[in-house]
């Protein structure tokens, strides 16, 4: 039998008048499903059509773009926001061949004048990209969705594990939450050749609208790869190292990969939740035995990472480095 990505109803976390018993089998169903593979498949999350469809339109717009309206707006290494080329970077990979696709970086929204981006450079506004389409309006109405999502099953995962989510929550005032618009082109079947490589993310939660081209896959614990499967309105959730690290090893950063062997642009556009600034991730709970991680300042950890998505730059600290997970 094909193994497959858990299917979790959320839709009780959004429903006032939702009883205990079907927030409890929610909160369950959570956290088996990221304890035993770290990824699952999100129904019922309320995130209305029309803002899916909207956003959809704006990466398409992105990327239907010529790309010589974005030579001012490249990603730059003390600004981590704008466009980033086609095989442009090879992200926690050492030697190995450029990931295959192309981007567009944006961060939680911070205006200059805000105290936050004083008191970490990480801060500031984002760059839009120059096109005939509000992608600003789309891409705020989504995010605003995403953050209403994660936030609720941040709240379910703690009721899970017996954590207080009024103390997890306050680590996403003024986070380092940031979204990137993907497009990856058509690849031949060929080895090291990746959409992107094997990795896991290093953040607290992924949230991944379905992907109509598919591409997505998962290593499940006894290292088989699956496809990342989800209807039409679901969205595929991850755990990152972050929340790993914050939850003692109870809930699994899993490596994932994405090839596209089809004849389409497969286009896509993460959400990734990462804490404010100057929160110290470590374990809020006595770690499952044989998990030993040093606990990581949320900044510091964040700029490690993305610095070393430039293939001339290194990891400095081996607690950030995402690696490679085999073929």
Same mark, same amino acid.
């Given at each position: 039998?094909?193994?497959?990505?858990?299917?979790?109803?959320?839709?009780?976390?959004?429903?006032?008048?939702?009883?205990?018993?079907?927030?409890?089998?929610?909160?369950?169903? #959570?956290?088996? @499903? %990221?304890?035993?593979?770290?990824?699952? *498949? !999100?129904?019922?999350?309320?995130? $209305?059509?029309?803002?899916?469809?909207?956003?959809?339109?704006?990466?398409?717009?992105?990327?239907?773009?010529?790309?010589?309206?974005?030579?001012?707006?490249?990603?730059?290494?003390?600004?981590?926001?704008?466009?980033?080329?086609?095989?442009?970077?090879?992200?926690?990979?050492?030697?190995?061949?450029?990931?295959?696709?192309?981007?567009?970086?944006?961060?939680?929204?911070?205006?200059?004048?805000?105290?936050?981006?004083?008191?970490?450079?990480?801060?500031?506004?984002?760059?839009?990209?120059?096109?005939?389409?509000?992608?600003?309006?789309?891409?705020?109405?989504?995010?605003?969705?995403?953050?209403?999502?994660?936030?609720?099953?941040?709240?379910? #995962?703690?009721? @899970? %594990?017996?954590?207080?989510?009024?103390? *997890? !929550?306050?680590?996403?005032?003024? $986070?380092?939450?940031?979204?990137?618009?993907?497009?990856?082109?058509?690849?031949?079947?060929?080895?090291?050749?990746?959409?992107?490589?094997?990795?896991?993310?290093?953040?607290?939660?992924?949230?991944?609208?379905?992907?109509?081209?598919?591409?997505?896959?998962?290593?499940?614990?006894?290292?088989?790869?699956?496809?990342?499967?989800?209807?039409?309105?679901?969205?595929?959730?991850?755990?990152?190292?972050?929340?790993?690290?914050?939850?003692?090893?109870?809930?699994?950063?899993?490596?994932?990969?994405?090839?596209?062997?089809?004849?389409?642009?497969?286009?896509?556009?993460?959400?990734?939740?990462?804490?404010?600034?100057?929160?110290?991730?470590?374990? #809020?709970?006595?770690?499952?035995?044989?998990?030993?991680?040093?606990? !990581?300042?949320?900044?510091?950890?964040?700029?490690?990472?993305?610095?070393?998505?430039?293939?001339?730059?290194?990891?400095?600290?081996?607690?950030?480095?995402?690696?490679?997970?085999?073929?």
């Amino acid at each position: 039998m094909t193994a497959h990505l858990a299917t979790v109803d959320i839709s009780s976390l959004f429903a006032p008048d939702a009883g205990q018993p079907a927030l409890h089998q929610c909160q369950q169903g #959570l956290h088996h @499903a %990221l304890r035993d593979t770290g990824f699952a *498949v !999100l129904r019922g999350t309320g995130v $209305p059509p029309e803002t899916l469809a909207r956003m959809r339109q704006a990466v398409k717009a992105v990327f239907d773009a010529p790309r010589t309206r974005y030579c001012d707006t490249l990603v730059q290494k003390d600004n981590y926001r704008g466009y980033v080329p086609l095989g442009y970077f090879t992200p926690n990979a050492g030697s190995a061949r450029a990931d295959q696709y192309e981007a567009w970086k944006l961060h939680w929204e911070a205006s200059a004048s805000d105290p936050v981006c004083a008191a970490s450079k990480l801060y500031g506004p984002n760059r839009w990209p120059p096109v005939d389409f509000d992608v600003q309006g789309a891409v705020q109405a989504y995010w605003m969705e995403m953050t209403r999502v994660n936030d609720a099953v941040l709240v379910a #995962l703690c009721e @899970a %594990l017996g954590l207080d989510p009024r103390r *997890v !929550l306050a680590m996403m005032d003024k $986070p380092l939450t940031n979204m990137t618009l993907l497009n990856y082109p058509p690849t031949p079947a060929r080895d090291e050749l990746w959409g992107i490589h094997p990795h896991k993310d290093f953040n607290f939660l992924t949230l991944l609208a379905h992907d109509p081209v598919g591409g997505l896959e998962v290593r499940t614990q006894d290292g088989q790869w699956i496809e990342a499967q989800c209807g039409e309105q679901d969205y595929v959730l991850n755990v990152g190292d972050m929340l790993e690290l914050l939850t003692g090893g109870r809930l699994v950063s899993t490596p994932h990969r994405v090839t596209n062997r089809s004849a389409l642009q497969r286009q896509s556009f993460p959400y990734f939740s990462v804490p404010r600034f100057d929160v110290l991730v470590q374990p #809020l709970l006595p770690p499952v035995p044989g998990f030993e991680r040093r606990p !990581l300042l949320s900044g510091v950890a964040s700029h490690g990472i993305w610095y070393s998505n430039w293939p001339d730059e290194a990891v400095s600290d081996t607690a950030l480095d995402l690696g490679q997970y085999g073929a």
